[in-house]
């Protein structure tokens, strides 16, 4: 436990209901973790908040909440994820039947996008919809200066 009392400023004529607390953490390796704070008001009113975030060492790339929405579609989705870094990246993402055999492949080039999404119609490589199931994709994220390579498994449904 880290006692932040002298970091807090409340806020202008907020008669200290809420304020702000700026706290330098030192000597965090890379990783996930979590900080939760407790927090008293004038009052001796209690609160407690929790919130998870990652440290990364440098330009390391690292990529979050891959996903497709909607899941499931029936005529097209769009493929979303974020990622810590703006330098341009390269990302591929294909599309696979549950027997293994790629049926579309969509590539991203340069993109510099913190918030990424890239769209993808429905249709197969030979230009046809694919039949209803379950479907599995791996998008592959590089950053081409050398800063690395993310790849994401994942499933998707088709529904007509």
Known sequence: PIDLSGYFVGDLNAGGKSGTIKYKFNGLESGDY????????????????????????????VVRDV???????????TFTFQRNTGTPIDVKIRVYTVAGRMIKEIEGMSITDKF???????????GN????????????IKDPDGGGKQEVLGKLAVIR
């Open 34 to 61: 979590k900080v939760q704070v407790r927090a008293w008001d004038i009052f001796n009113n209690s609160s407690e908040a929790q919130e998870y975030f990652t440290l990364t060492g440098g330009t390391d790339l």
């Open 129 to 140: 919809l694919p039949a209803n199931g379950v479907y599995l994709y791996k998008v592959i």
């Open 67 to 77: 996903l497709n929405y909607p899941n499931p579609f029936s005529t097209n989705t």
């Open 116 to 126: 990424v999404r890239i769209d993808w119609d429905g249709r197969d490589n030979d």
